[in-house]
């Protein structure tokens, strides 16, 4: 399985941001699917992440109420949709897929076998 994460930038606070995730592979769809973050000095960090069938979402709570996770099974993609941006979600963004793993597990980054190249988002004050 490979990942190949976009849309990151620079934008101010307060600004809304979307990444997007393509997956390689034909058996995208039986994949749980998350987003991580590493902001300088920082270790990785959940973000959010998305049950393989879409139907169960989970959230860190500093994004809880302004970020979303969503997936498309046809188009092979998984969005984080960002709004009101904070100086702190200043970070590296890593996409990641495991095979099917029990909801308990869904926000461990050792869950996750394959990791994409990342994508920066820096938020201004």
């Known amino acids: 399985v490979q990942l190949q994460a976009s849309g990151g930038g620079l934008v101010q606070a307060g600004d809304s941001l979307r990444l997007s995730c393509r997956a390689s592979?034909?058996?995208?769809?039986?994949?749980?699917m998350a987003w991580f973050r590493q902001a300088p000095g920082k270790e990785r960090e959940f973000v959010a992440a998305?049950?393989?069938?879409?139907?169960?979402?989970r959230y860190a709570d500093s994004v809880k109420g302004r970020f979303t996770i969503s997936r498309d099974n046809a188009k092979i993609m998984v969005y984080l949709q960002m709004n009101s941006l904070k100086p702190d979600d200043t970070a590296i963004y890593y996409c990641?897929?495991?095979?099917?793993?029990?909801?308990?597990?869904?926000?461990?980054?050792?869950?996750?076998?394959?990791w994409g190249q990342g994508t920066l988002v820096t938020v201004s004050s």
């Open positions: 998305i049950r393989y069938s879409g139907g169960t979402t």
């Open positions: 990641a897929t495991t095979p099917r793993v029990a909801l308990s597990a869904l926000t461990l980054l050792s869950s996750y076998d394959y």
């Open positions: 592979g034909r058996t995208f769809r039986d994949y749980d």
